[in-house]
């Protein structure tokens, strides 16, 4: 059974999704952004989502999750919570 590990970061719009993502792209620590930007629970631990196999999230994540690229923020992606940051950071097929 596949599995992976992520981090994500959750907020309202599409526009600050893309400022997020340009802030972590230009060097700013993914875990800090989501601490402070984050509106889920999992901001308090950097947005980490522990490891997950598919199935366990909304379809919109698991797409990403278990193909992109690993440690490489992808997003945004929008599900019915909002707008994402993703980064995949371990993954056994």
Same mark, same amino acid.
């Given at each position: 059974?596949?599995?992976?590990?992520?981090?994500?970061?959750?907020?309202?719009?599409?526009?600050?999704?893309?400022?997020?993502?340009? $802030?972590?792209?230009? &060097?700013?620590?993914?875990?800090?952004?989501? %601490?402070?930007?984050? *509106?889920? =629970?999992?901001?308090?631990?950097?947005?980490?989502?522990? $490891?997950?196999?598919? &199935?366990?999230?909304?379809?919109?994540?698991? %797409?990403?999750?278990? *193909?992109? =690229?690993?440690?490489?923020?992808?997003?945004?992606?929008?599900?019915?919570?909002?707008?994402?940051?993703?980064?995949?950071?371990?993954?056994?097929?």
């Amino acid at each position: 059974m596949a599995k992976a590990t992520a981090r994500h970061i959750l907020v309202d719009s599409e526009e600050v999704c893309l400022e997020l993502k340009k $802030e972590i792209e230009q &060097g700013t620590d993914f875990a800090n952004v989501a %601490k402070d930007n984050s *509106s889920c =629970p999992s901001s308090a631990q950097g947005g980490d989502l522990g $490891e997950f196999s598919p &199935g366990m999230m909304v379809p919109e994540f698991d %797409k990403v999750v278990f *193909s992109a =690229p690993l440690n490489t923020v992808q997003g945004p992606v929008k599900t019915q919570f909002g707008y994402h940051l993703l980064e995949v950071t371990s993954r056994e097929d």
